[in-house]
């Protein structure tokens, strides 16, 4: 006998069959709890089936511990990014061992993760699932991960990053704002709108790392040329990033963190929802740092200030987050 109940935000699922223990399991979809029935009675009625509930090491959530644990033991941070991004991975597979994992339990969580982020996005969710399993050195029956990367590339849901020009249009900031007003989102707007940090700079983002006296804030960047990948930078606090801090204080308070989420990605499933509430089309957060960059040029800052600004390297990195309007630029 096999049921589906829903429990909060998660569905349980479970099953019980004469001559075997009973197997009980949440997921985050209906979809995803019915297909997990469906095979652990086809399993058992087989005669296929192996509990491998004991085998703590074989679960995927540990599998992705031991990835973190393999930079750790070295000293070595993950990156905020990345470990918001394996902690998805796994809340979405808590109990699934790494030997029952299909196909299609990796299309769902695909679909599933689909429904918030982009496909450049996934694409990377899924190289870090495959990652964790090719760090473990557990070999799986089938390349379960890959035939399912395969699957979506063949119908264009996952790929590299494409060059966006999408910034605020008339009244979106407004309407953004007022949605948030007194919700902690509002701060991550305004100091991606006024500083062009990215979504996990910003979360990571404490007051003690804000020097008033000099002018400057501390953070941690991407540096492929550091160990670790990251390396300690500093910003300059400029004035519109001033009066944003002044009013998340005012409104917020001073505690440790500006952002009091949980997870880095907290911040874009919030300005989704919203997005998706208020009939904003096509705008995620990260654009956000685009419309940064762009207003800097716009407000006459040369590039070597604005590179200083936003972490870049090249000018061909920066050239990506210049997205300036032809009606802008007419009669100069």
């Known amino acids: 006998m096999a049921t589906v109940r829903k429990r909060g935000k998660k569905y349980q699922a479970q099953v019980r069959i004469k001559g075997h223990s009973p197997q009980s399991k949440s997921f985050l979809t209906k979809a995803a709890a019915l297909a997990w029935v469906r095979r652990i009675e086809s399993s058992m009625d087989n005669g296929s089936w192996v509990d491998t509930r004991?085998?703590?090491?074989?679960?995927i959530e540990d599998i992705v511990d031991?990835?973190?644990?393999?930079?750790?033991?070295?000293?070595?941070?993950?990156?905020?990014?990345?470990?918001?991004?394996?902690?998805?991975?796994?809340?979405?597979?808590?109990?699934?061992?790494?030997?029952?994992?299909?196909v299609d339990d990796v299309l769902d969580f695909a679909a599933f993760r689909l429904q918030t982020i982009c496909a450049s996005t996934m694409q990377t969710q899924m190289y870090y699932l495959k990652q964790a399993i090719a760090n473990s050195r557990i070999q799986t029956e089938q390349p379960v991960v890959d035939m399912a990367i395969d699957e979506l590339k063949k119908k264009r849901l996952i790929m590299g990053s494409r060059r966006r020009d999408r910034r605020l249009e008339l009244g979106e900031f407004e309407a953004l704002m007022d949605e948030a007003e007194g919700h902690w989102i509002t701060t991550a707007i305004d100091l991606a709108i006024e500083s062009a940090m990215r979504q996990g700079e910003i979360h990571a983002l404490k007051?003690?790392?804000?020097?008033?006296?000099?002018?400057?804030?501390?953070?941690?960047?991407?540096?492929?040329?550091?160990?670790?990948?990251?390396?300690?930078?500093?910003?300059?606090?400029?004035?519109?990033?001033?009066?944003a801090?002044?009013?998340?204080?005012?409104?917020?308070?001073?505690?440790?963190?500006?952002?009091?989420?949980?997870?880095a990605s907290s911040i874009s499933d919030k300005f989704a929802k919203m997005t998706k509430k208020l009939g904003i089309d096509d705008l995620r957060f990260h654009d956000l740092r685009h419309e940064a960059i762009s207003r800097m040029f716009e407000r006459g800052m040369r590039v070597e200030q604005v590179?200083?600004?936003?972490?870049?390297?090249?000018?061909?990195?920066?050239?990506?987050?210049?997205?300036?309007?032809?009606?802008?630029?007419?009669?100069?």
């Open 245 to 263: 801090l002044l009013r998340a204080q005012n409104v917020f308070g001073q505690g440790p963190n500006l952002i009091p989420a949980r997870r």
């Open 54 to 59: 004991g085998t703590r090491l074989t679960l």
């Open 66 to 102: 031991g990835l973190i644990f393999s930079y750790e033991r070295f000293g070595l941070e993950v990156a905020v990014p990345k470990m918001g991004q394996l902690n998805q991975i796994k809340e979405y597979f808590t109990g699934v061992s790494v030997h029952d994992l299909t």
């Open 207 to 243: 007051w003690s790392d804000i020097n008033e006296s000099k002018g400057v804030i501390r953070l941690m960047r991407k540096d492929k040329n550091a160990q670790g990948g990251q390396s300690a930078q500093q910003i300059p606090l400029l004035g519109g990033v001033r009066e």
């Open 307 to 332: 590179r200083v600004v936003s972490g870049h390297r090249t000018l061909d990195q920066l050239s990506r987050y210049v997205n300036l309007r032809p009606a802008d630029l007419a009669g100069m």
